[in-house]
């Protein structure tokens, strides 16, 4: 910079670092990452309660904060509906869920606002905003996702439903996260199914770390991976389908799902950086 002096470069460097990143600016970026360490922390106090006994069951999020966290800034708690799965403590975090919340599901609290202690951590529920307690089976909320969505059309077509302002929003949508081996059970392809057969507004996220608890993708999902050009969901043309490697590219395609009233999937790569659950001292992979 010609004629520039160093407290002129460094005013022109803040004011760069001010500015928008990825279309964030700074306030919103730190604020994704508070949430992001938030899930963190919590994730490693909770195995810290079950190596002390006074925990019985831990699932681990860790490796798939910043998508859940971009999700979660996306949509709107108590507002939209929400068929998260047990990776998805960031996504809730953002929701709102407060972390005394997730700990006292953890060690089976009477005061646990989920379930009263009854479900299994990781199993996430806030009436508040709009999480349904879900069952421990996998690959179930996707049926239970597909259903709620029908019911908002429902709502939104049948003007003689009492209340009906109060209990649906014309341009809600529901949301449902799988892991990548939960895409081999029936319930995922039945709902996607419905969903597309209904037009429904949908978002499907599909969290691949590239195993199945123990099962690698490649020995489970046809082409080794699930939206490889010979993979098994490009064979589903009706649903688009976008693998995203950013969270920021997320809202193009949940945005025409809220607009459109139709399905939309979504796939991210994730790295999960823990073992299965608390009970499995296996690693995904091997130290090479």
């Known amino acids: 910079m010609k004629g520039s002096t160093l407290a002129d470069v460094r005013a022109a460097g803040r004011r760069a670092r001010g500015g928008e990143h990825e279309g964030l600016t ?17 994730d490693d106090k909770e195995i810290q309660l079950k190596n002390q006994s006074q925990a019985f069951f ?4 860790a490796g798939h904060e910043a998508v859940l966290v971009a999700a979660g800034r996306h949509l709107r708690g108590g507002y939209d509906w929400f068929f998260p799965y ?11 869920v407060t972390p005394l919340d997730m700990l006292l599901a953890s060690v089976g ?37 597909v259903g709620c969505a029908e019911a908002s059309v429902i709502y939104h077509r049948v003007t003689q439903i009492p209340d009906r302002e109060t209990r649906a929003r014309d341009d809600e949508v529901t949301y449902v ?48 991976r699930h939206f490889a050009p010979g993979g098994a969901l490009p064979r589903a043309p009706h649903v688009p389908v976008r693998r995203h490697r950013l969270p920021g590219e997320l809202p193009d395609a949940w945005r025409r799902g809220r607009l459109r009233a139709r399905p939309q999937r979504s796939g991210v790569r994730a790295l999960t950086l823990a ?8 690693c995904y992979r091997c130290a090479t």
């Open 26 to 42: 700074r306030d919103e970026l730190v604020a994704a990452y508070r949430l992001m360490l938030l899930s963190r922390k919590v």
């Open 58 to 61: 831990q699932i681990s999020g």
């Open 86 to 96: 047990y990776r998805d403590r960031a996504l809730c975090l953002t929701l709102g």
């Open 109 to 145: 609290a009477k005061d646990d606002p989920a379930s009263g202690g009854r479900q299994m951590p990781s199993h996430w529920g806030h009436r508040g905003l709009n999480i349904p307690s879900q069952s421990s089976a996998t690959t179930t909320q996707c049926l239970h996702a």
């Open 177 to 224: 996260s799988i892991g990548d081996g939960a895409t081999s059970e029936g319930e995922f392809w039945e709902s996607l199914n419905t969903a597309c057969v209904k037009k429904l507004p949908v978002l499907f996220l599909i969290e691949d770390n590239g195993y199945a608890i123990s099962v690698p993708v490649d020995a489970q999902t046809p082409g080794g």
């Open 275 to 282: 073992t299965e659950s608390g009970t499995n001292t296996c």
